[in-house]
Nanobody, 123 residues
Framework: QVQLVESGGGTVQGGDSLVLTCTER????????MAWFRQAPGKNREFVAG????????EHAGAIQGRFRISREKGRNTAYLQMNMVKPEDTAVYYC????????????????WGQGTQVTVSS
């Protein structure tokens, strides 16, 4: 089991950059697949990016492709989301998730979740 904590959210202007961090509380006994999802008001939770256990395989949603990049610390359940050239439509609560299976774009495949961090982008 792993407990996740997100940080790094805030209010920024369009075109700015920021980095979200997801860390584990304590030290889990195993390494998990990790991902970032986001949920805007009135919308479903959507996949942003995922990364496998070694960090060698990543997936990114089309809406953020080329602007955001997921990475992780080797050997730890710590992941980052580098967000560049943010847009107002990126405004959402961003959640970190972990899975014992594989990288999936379906939030139902993730067993562990953080509490979320708000990102607000003004135009």
């Amino acid at each position: 089991q792993v407990q996740l904590v997100e940080s790094g959210g805030g209010t920024v202007q369009g075109g700015d950059s920021l980095v979200l961090t997801c860390t584990e509380r304590g030290r889990a006994s195993r390494i998990y697949v990790m991902a970032w999802f986001r949920q805007a008001p009135g919308k479903n939770r959507e996949f942003v990016a995922g990364i496998n256990r070694s960090g060698g395989i990543t997936e990114h949603a089309g809406a953020i492709q080329g602007r955001f990049r997921i990475s992780r610390e080797k050997g730890r359940n710590t992941a980052y989301l580098q967000m560049n050239m943010v847009k107002p439509e990126d405004t959402a609560v961003y959640y970190c998730a972990a899975s014992d299976e594989f990288v999936s774009r379906d939030h139902r495949d993730y067993e562990f979740w953080g509490q979320g961090t708000q990102v607000t982008v003004s135009s």
